[in-house]
Nanobody, 115 residues
Framework: VQLVESGGGLVQPGGSLRLSCAAS????????MSWYRQTPGKEREFVAG????????TYADSVKGRFTISRDNPKNTVYLQMNSLKPEDTAMYYC?????????WGQGTQVTVSS
């Protein structure tokens, strides 16, 4: 299993970014996919998740109405569209899936929201 995130960067408050996670090594279309984030000294927290079909999505309260998770199964990619970004969204963002009770993570992509 390999997960490779991209799309992070520096953005001003109120701005937008789209993160991508390219997956390989497993049957992507069969698995729930999630985004998590982590800041130094804090535990990794759930941000958003999407069912294998893409029909069902779940969000942390802190990002509801601002972030949108989606997936493209033919491309083996999951996305996180982040709008109305706030300084408190600054974190390392990780892609995640669970396969056979094992958590898999990408290397992360840094998002920094600052003026």
């Amino acid at each position: 299993v390999q997960l490779v995130e991209s799309g992070g960067g520096l953005v001003q408050p109120g701005g937008s970014l789209r993160l991508s996670c390219a997956a390989s090594g497993f049957t992507f279309s069969s698995y729930y996919m999630s985004w998590y984030r982590q800041t130094p000294g804090k535990e990794r927290e759930f941000v958003a998740g999407v069912s294998s079909s893409g029909d069902f999505k779940t969000y942390a309260d802190s990002v509801k109405g601002r972030f949108t998770i989606s997936r493209d199964n033919p491309k083996n990619t999951v996305y996180l569209q982040m709008n109305s970004l706030k300084p408190e969204d600054t974190a390392m963002y990780y892609c995640n899936t669970v396969r056979r009770m094992v958590n898999y993570w990408g290397q992360g992509t840094q998002v920094t929201v600052s003026s």
